[in-house]
């Protein structure tokens, strides 16, 4: 039988959107306000969701303290209160937006999880506007 868990955790992070092979104007114009070159923030809140069987011996899909303490390591540390565009090496050249966010924090646990288990990450930058990845099918 196979079950889903979800662990909730959150960041505070700077961005910028910009793409470095155009001109300021054509950055505004895509991007608008998310281009402004002073950054801006959102509070980022991050749901991992783990699918697989229910072990015989544990019940669980996966120990939620396992999968708390590899978000807290893997994200939390390494995201919260970061400018991501400056200090997240993945988004030296990567456009940081939620998008690609969601990728790279899926990428991060992915290699951390059972390869049994399914992940899927939905990433929500406001509360109205959130991406969902699940990795390459």
Known sequence: MRVTVNRKAHFNAAHRLYNCDWSDDRN??????????????????????????????????????????????????????????????????LNPTTENISIVIWNKLRTKIDKNLDLSVTLYETPRNFVTFKGDN
């Open 28 to 93: 505004i114009e895509v991007f608008g306000k998310c281009a402004n070159p002073n950054y801006h923030g959102h509070n980022y809140e991050l749901i991992v969701s783990v699918t697989g069987n229910i072990h015989p011996e544990t019940g669980f899909v996966m120990d939620m303290k396992i999968l708390k303490e590899l978000i807290k390591t893997e994200i939390e540390e390494q995201f919260d209160h970061k400018n991501l565009n400056e200090e997240v090496a993945e988004f030296a050249k």
